[in-house]
């Protein structure tokens, strides 16, 4: 006998383990470690497993084992390193072992491929009119239809004999057991392509591109895999570096994965990368279909690519042989998961290379503090690019204090600055990205005789005025109409504060009526081709003025952009979350960076009311060395990352006052499992409080930290906190963990 261990298809904490079936004989060819199985389970018929082992002894007694039902025929399996990469995950991150498996997997499912089908002439003409005349006399008249349709043509789209000829498939089919017809089947891909007929021509790399690539290539030459962190000034030519790295890769037989933070990036790095690889190339990311992305999952596995392009998903692509693994922008929260498991893709690239022995690239003109601080301890390998590209100069940055232009009476979004430097590009035809890192048509609505802010009934959050004139919640979607008076007071003095990607867009066509504006948020890109669409129109200048939320500044390349503005610069600052300021600066420097990329001067202007705040000066001088010397300081007094870690255990439910006594009651015990711990500061604990949004669709929210140098503390903590998922699901209340959150709870 053949048993299987097997992990159950549901996310259930308290099923989180295997269960033995037994593999009936004629399903022992086809059930191997990583299938998808049917099986029974528990009161069901049938429910969904994977395969995590196979051993030949029973685990329990022999009449308790049930049989396994067959193998799923649309199941993708999962192979045993995507298995070991499960397993890491769900220890490092938590969650349970199902959702893991669900993370290494990005397509779930086969699809039915998409194919060509033709009806080409087998046997020769003779043969054929011979039969034709056959089929006339015996009155087999479809037969006979489609037979003279192949001597005219030899070759038939299949569509055209169901639909136009009206010929059914057993007809097909009869004809093809004959050997009258042969059917020839040609798998389509669902995906657009973006191969280039002419490849562009190798970009000569200048001698810090140049030394940086022989470093890694040297290392790959030796058979050393490493960890490289590529620091260079926006507009460095990081890309450049990558190519010339990955075309060494995959030359020598191997498949690369470049991960990028948005999908908008996907377009623009698919193409330079078709460019420079042909057809090689493809890309993987949420915008596409179910269908779209099995067939490049197909192709990744099949071996008819070697470069996969993505956001965090992308890492998971089922190559075979892995060389190389780039992670552009490394420093982007896009690369940190929002859902359980909340891994990050920089850590688990990491793993993955120690599995496979393959390199990992990381670049980023503002690296995060993780990798900064592993580059200076020789950790990774830092190399530096600290010019520009093809000679073109950074921009000239100037800080404009808000306050100021309020002194002078300019009660306007735009400082005087702005508007006289916008005026001066649109006469020259050159193209200005206004960055404002908000969405929505304004801000917050609130009274101004009470002071008070119309929030959602079921977060605590305000509610964000948009153009039709309702109030949507961000968070749970609630929306409701702009009340006439306000809610809390009575008074008919309510009105719109702030200001939102939309009214930037109104503001500019009122300034300059000619102007042609595109703006690209979360409400314009909503549909698949959008941000292909949007980006396309501004790089072929059919647009002066790009108005953008963060995904417009995170690398793209437009080299006739020779003004930036950044709006309200310091709002980031304001977050309820000790990353702040280092998001801060590098969103200022990535914006900053987008100014004068090519052979054209470049101008940013940084519109704040901090103008002294060290992350906003240190990003005007794009001097990243001085904003990390002060920013690990503060880190490293308060045991942050990277100079420690921090677990987040976050409760969510209904019940406010049961779900904070909860909380209370398992970080009590907690404490008191590792006293002496505690006791030497070796694990400090924050909270329990409520989260810094303390409300989300009518479910309370409450947060408790725990800091420690030692992550294996925090990975024993959340171990702990398995022993009482019982309890806390029997309460009707929402656990989940989250070590080194990018984002403030």
């Not at 080409?120 to 034709?132: Q, W």
């Not at 993780?370 to 580059?375: G, I, N, V």
């Not at 101004?448 to 039709?468: F, I, Y």
């Not at 503001?507 to 300059?512: G, T």
Request: hydrophobic share 35%; net charge neutral; with cysteine.
């Amino acid at each position: 006998m053949i048993y299987a261990d097997i992990i159950v298809d549901i996310s259930h904490e308290n099923i989180d383990r295997t269960f033995q079936y037994r593999i009936p004989e004629d399903l022992q060819a086809s059930v191997k470690i990583g299938s998808k199985v049917n099986i029974p389970f528990g009161n069901r018929k049938e429910m969904t497993g994977y395969v995590v082992g196979l051993s030949c002894m029973p685990k329990i007694e022999e009449d308790r084992i049930r049989d396994i039902l067959g193998v799923v025929p649309t199941g993708i399996s999962i192979d045993s390193r995507m298995l070991e990469l499960a397993a890491w995950i769900r220890t490092n991150y938590g969650g349970t072992m199902n959702e893991a498996l669900k993370t290494v997997l990005p397509v779930k499912k086969s699809v039915r491929p998409k194919v060509k089908q033709e009806l080409v002439l087998k046997c020769d003409r003779s043969t054929a009119e011979s039969f034709l005349e056959e089929c006339e006399r015996k009155h087999y008249v479809a037969k006979a239809r489609l037979i003279k349709k192949l001597l005219e043509s030899e070759v038939l789209p299949k569509e055209l004999v169901s639909l136009k000829l009206n010929i059914s498939a057993p007809t097909v089919a009869s004809l093809e057991k004959q050997g009258i017809l042969e059917v020839r089947t040609e798998r389509l891909d669902r995906n657009k392509s973006y191969a280039q007929e002419a490849k562009a021509p190798k970009v000569k790399l200048n001698d810090e591109q140049q030394a940086a690539c022989d470093t890694v290539i040297n290392d790959l030459k030796a058979g050393k895999n490493g960890t490289y962190l590529v620091f260079g000034v926006t507009g460095s030519g990081k890309t450049e570096v990558y190519m010339e790295i990955i075309d060494y890769v995959v030359k020598s037989g191997k498949q690369v994965i470049v991960l990028i933070p948005e999908i908008a990036l996907t377009f623009q790095t698919v193409m330079r990368f078709s460019k420079r690889f042909g057809d090689r190339v493809a890309f993987f990311n949420s915008k596409l279909s179910e269908g779209e992305r099995y067939d490049q999952y197909l192709k990744a596995k099949e071996g008819s690519i070697d470069i996969m392009i993505g956001p965090r998903s992308a890492l998971f692509t089922p190559f075979e042989n892995p060389g190389l693994i780039v992670i552009d922008e490394e420093h982007e929260g896009a690369y940190k998961s929002e859902g359980v498991p909340k891994y990050h893709a920089r850590e688990a690239a990491e793993e993955i290379c120690r599995m496979t022995g393959a390199s990992l690239v990381l670049g980023s003109a503002t690296p995060s503090l993780e990798a900064y601080r592993k580059a200076e301890t020789g950790e990774y390998k830092l190399l530096k690019l600290t010019k520009r590209a093809k000679e073109a100069r950074l921009p000239e940055v100037s800080i404009v204090d808000l306050r100021d232009e309020l002194n002078k009476g300019n009660r306007t979004i735009f400082s005087l600055d702005l508007v006289n430097l916008m005026r001066d590009r649109l006469q020259k035809h050159e193209q200005i990205m206004l960055f404002l890192n908000r969405r929505g048509y304004s801000g917050f609505v609130s009274c101004r005789k009470c002071g008070e802010a119309v929030k959602c009934p079921h977060c605590s959050v305000s509610l964000t005025q948009h153009r039709d004139g309702k109030l949507r919640c961000h968070y749970c979607g609630y929306e409701t109409e702009m009340p006439k008076k306000c809610p809390s007071c009575g008074s008919p003095y309510i009105a719109a504060f702030g200001t939102g990607t939309q009214k930037i867009e109104e503001a500019v066509k009122k300034l300059f009526p000619s102007a042609g504006v595109l703006r690209m948020d979360a409400d314009t890109t909503k549909d698949k081709e959008s941000y292909e669409r949007i980006l396309s129109a501004f790089a072929n200048e059919e647009a002066d003025i790009l108005i953008g939320t963060q995904m417009i500044v995170k690398g793209h390349d437009f080299p006739h952009v020779t003004l930036v503005g950044i709006l309200a610069a310091d709002l980031s600052l304001h977050a309820t979350d000790y990353r702040a300021s280092e998001k801060t600066f590098q969103l200022l420097a990535q914006a900053a960076g987008r100014a004068g990329r090519a052979n054209l001067n470049g101008n940013v202007i940084i519109q704040t009311y901090k103008p002294d705040h060290f992350a906003i000066t240190a990003a005007a001088e794009q001097d990243y060395v001085s904003f990390y010397e002060q920013e690990i300081l503060f880190r490293k007094n308060l045991y942050y990352p990277p100079m420690g870690h921090i677990m987040a255990l976050l409760f969510s439910g209904k019940d406010e006052q049961a779900t904070s006594a909860l909380l209370k009651n398992v970080t009590a015990k907690i404490i008191d499992k590792y006293a002496a711990l505690v006791d030497n500061k070796e694990i400090v604990s924050i909270g329990p409080a409520p989260a810094g949004i303390s409300k989300i669709n009518d479910h309370y929210r409450f947060v408790v930290y725990f800091k420690s140098q030692d992550y294996g503390h925090l990975t024993d903590i959340c171990g702990e906190i398995e022993k009482y998922r019982d309890e806390i699901k029997a309460a009707g209340i929402i656990c989940q963990t989250d070590f080194d959150p990018m984002n403030g709870y």
